[in-house]
Structures are given as C-alpha cells and as structure tokens.
C-alpha cells in the first residue's frame, strides 16, 4: 500500500514555464514532508523541505504548497529551466513516537525543453 | 560534504547466489538506510539502523537481512537472490533521522539472472 502518492508520473514543461508536481498522503501522523531532487546514474539529494506547521516554502525558484486538511502538497518550479530535468520524490515521515521511517513517492520524471 | 560510498555499483549474479552489498558513510551519522528503487514503486525502505548493532525492519524486508557491524558500515545480505530482487539499491545516512536530511551514495545495481 502506497503511502505517499506522486502524480503525474512524468512531466514535460517548456523553458521558462512554471511546473507544478503533486503529492499526497495517507498517514495524518506525518508532519515532515521533504522534496528529493534525482538526475539519471546519482542518488537523491534534499531539494527542499516543509513541516506541517506550514502552508508554504520557498527556496528561490521552488515552493511547496502544504494543504494539511486535503493531506495534499505540491512542488511549483517557476522559470523552468532545462537543468531541472530530473525526478523529484515526495516524501513524508511522522515525528511522534521516535519513528525514522521516511517513506517515499514514486516519483515524478521532470523533463523541461528549451 | 557528506559522504556515502557504496560497493560495488554493479553486481549480477544468478537465482538463488549470495549477494553483499556494502555501505561506507564518513559523516558521523547515527542512522543509516537501505532502500531499493524500481520503476512506479520509487524507493521502498528495507531496512535501517539507529547504531552500531542496531537494526529496524524497514517496509519490504523479505529476502533482505542487514547488519550494521560499526557507526560507518552497513550492510545488506541477500542469502538466496531471486529476480525479484533485480533492482538499484540505495544507501543513505542521516545525523537526525528521518526529519532530517537524508545523504544518498550512487547505488548499487543488482541483476538476478
């Protein structure tokens, strides 16, 4: 059973455009909720995070929306640019009872041509 | 900067062989995790540990057992490899657990003939 949903499965946006990638979740416990950024042949690496205290994030051209009530967020990437292209996972964890579980999405293949 | 290493980055072997995957982090990190990746699942937890000797069963341990011989070694055991377990597998540390930031190696591609 997938906890943490992603959608689409894959995305194609021109340069300079504004894509938008979705994520949902099961677990009302979560309340950590990280974005994994992943080029082709390289692991994740943390692109940027947000916790349940807030409806939004932003780190220059990424932001996470946060709908707790939904148990909905998404990831807008504004001035899409063709290094972008990658695969961002949505993750979630739940900070009560001590769990270090991060369960992960399953991913959404970015592609932005130029 | 953070590192993971992982050995080797490319194993095939056939149904039913041994396999060991190993996992070196220089981080001083406490907690470590394997996980695989496969096309629509994206990465699945096997298993994880909190320390040197310690380890948690993850969200899709059949077939997998792990050992965490030192504060930087992590190991997954695959005792008799079925083509299931044809995947890129993942290594990763992290100094806070899972509210923090998870330090990835460039994983380890397994092929189950």
């Known amino acids: 059973q997938q906890q943490v949903r992603q959608s689409p499965q894959s995305l194609t946006v021109w340069e300079g455009e504004t894509a938008i990638l979705n994520c949902s979740y099961e677990?009302?416990?979560?309340?950590?909720f990280p974005w994994y950024q992943q080029f082709p042949g390289e692991g994740p690496a943390l692109l940027i995070a947000?916790?349940?205290?807030?409806d939004k994030k932003e780190d220059g051209r990424f932001t996470i929306f946060f709908n707790k009530r939904e148990k909905k967020l998404s990831l807008h990437i504004t001035d899409s640019q063709p290094g972008d292209s990658a695969t961002y996972f949505c993750?979630?964890?739940?900070?009560?009872?001590?769990?270090?579980?991060?369960?992960f999405g399953e991913g959404t293949k970015l592609t932005v041509s130029s | 900067e953070a590192a993971v290493t992982q050995s080797p980055r490319n194993k095939v072997t056939v149904t039913g062989g041994n396999v060991t995957l190993s996992c070196r982090q220089t981080n001083s990190h406490n907690y470590m995790y394997w996980y695989r990746q496969d096309t629509g699942h994206g990465l699945r937890l096997i298993h994880y540990?909190?320390?040197?000797?310690?380890?948690q069963i993850g969200d899709v341990p059949d077939g997998y057992k792990a050992t965490r011989t030192t504060q930087e070694d992590f190991f997954l055991l695959l005792e008799l490899a079925s083509p299931s377990q044809t995947s890129l597998y993942f290594c990763?540390?992290?100094?806070?657990?899972?509210?923090?930031?998870?330090?990835f190696g460039e994983g380890s591609k397994l092929t189950v003939l």
């Open positions: 947000i916790r349940s205290v807030s």
């Open positions: 990763a540390s992290s100094a806070q657990g899972s509210t923090g930031q998870l330090y």
């Open positions: 677990n009302s416990a979560f309340d950590y």
């Open positions: 540990s909190y320390g040197a000797g310690n380890l």
């Open positions: 993750a979630a964890s739940a900070q009560e009872g001590g769990s270090a579980k991060l369960i």
